[in-house]
């Protein structure tokens, strides 16, 4: 079993999980602190192991836990940093909302996700599991998976610094909602036709490229500020447009390390790209409330009467350039 992977078959009422977890994951088992699980180490504490494991990977049906039928923990042949769970959980009859928690991850980032595909007949689902993303309900209805993935899309686009600080500087670029609405929709369309080629397999990208790519999205947008008073609003369209591109790319590389819903595809990626649609509508409206609360409070008065008035467009385009450069250099390894 690859590392950081499991598998779920569910047949009848038992649910069999198989799964390479991180060794950093468990306390007080790695006595040589070498980061593995010797023989002798999982001998030691071979209770201790499977009691964290029995309390931090739990599976449930409709919140009721399972009952665990076998649990067996073996250390990786090859020395490795991981260690193999098998369990086996009975239902009091066949789990339909089976339900997976686990805070079962490591001190490393490759450590901070676990990959597992779950098995019912021959219905399949993949899901990505996260610090953030701990748990997660299998064979879900359509409705179900569309709003699951709709709020995955707003919290992605919300916690995405990259991407809330590329619609920054587009928009602080000019006021209006002819121009809101102009680059919005630019974008939109953008990385609506990337996210949707690379989800359905028919445009392939690696991830080294796109995320410098990104960053360097962001000090073309911030330059452009900068040097131009001014733009066309059909030209700034087309840049936003080009740019918009890349970003589908990079919600696409996230949105697979999530996984795609396996009897929902087309469902997931709807709801995940409606998402993006309201967190970016979200934060055009926290911007708004946030220059208008500025005004009401007289805080554009008060700076101007103390010499430090400075255009908004102006600060939040340096900072943009700033980070946005950080970035590119750090995504290229520099």
């Known amino acids: ?36 699980l010797s023989d002798t180490e999982l001998l030691a504490h071979t209770r201790s192991i499977k009691d964290q494991i029995a309390w931090r990977l739990r599976l449930l049906n409709d919140q009721a836990a399972g009952q665990l039928a076998f649990l067996q923990v073996m250390t990786d042949p090859d020395g490795a940093e991981h260690f193999v769970v098998l369990m086996k959980v009975s239902f009091a009859g066949a789990p339909e909302n089976l339900q997976i928690e686990t805070d079962l991850f490591g001190n490393s980032d490759k450590e901070r996700q676990l990959t597992l595909k779950a098995t019912r007949g021959a219905d399949t689902e993949a899901v990505v599991l996260t610090p953030l993303h701990a748990s997660h309900i299998f064979f879900r209805s359509p409705a179900q998976v569309l709003l699951n993935y709709l709020l995955l ?7 995405g610094m990259d991407h809330l600080l590329f619609l920054l500087t587009i928009l602080v670029a000019a006021a209006g909602w002819r121009y809101w609405l102009g680059v919005l929709t630019s974008f939109t369309v953008a990385h609506s036709i990337t996210l949707t080629a690379s989800l359905m397999g028919w445009l392939q990208a690696p991830a080294a490229v796109v995320e410098p790519m990104i960053a360097a999205s962001i000090v073309l947008m911030a330059l452009l500020n900068l040097t131009q008073r001014s733009a066309a609003l059909h030209r700034r369209m087309a840049i936003v447009f ?14 697979m390390d999530m996984g795609l819903h396996g009897a929902y595809r087309v469902t997931s990626v709807v709801g995940f790209n409606l998402g993006i649609e309201l967190g970016q509508v979200l934060f055009l409206i926290a911007i708004l409330a946030l220059v208008r609360s500025m005004r009401l409070l007289g805080l554009n008065g008060l700076l101007q009467q103390m010499g430090l008035s400075v255009p908004l467009t102006k600060i939040a385009s340096v900072f943009a350039l700033c980070v946005g450069g950080f970035w590119f250099l750090q995504r290229l390894g520099v």
């Not at 569910?10 to 006595?31: I, T």
């Not at 899309?153 to 916690?159: A, D, K, N, Y």
Request: hydrophobic share 50%; with cysteine; net charge negative.
């Open 1 to 36: 079993m690859p590392a950081q992977q499991g598998s779920i078959n569910l047949v009848d009422k038992d649910v069999f999980l198989v799964a390479a977890l991180p060794v950093s994951a468990l306390s007080g088992v790695d006595d040589d602190r070498d980061g593995r």
């Open 153 to 159: 899309g707003v919290e992605h686009i919300l916690l």
């Open 242 to 255: 080009a740019c918009g591109l890349l970003h589908g790319l990079g919600f696409a590389s996230a949105m």
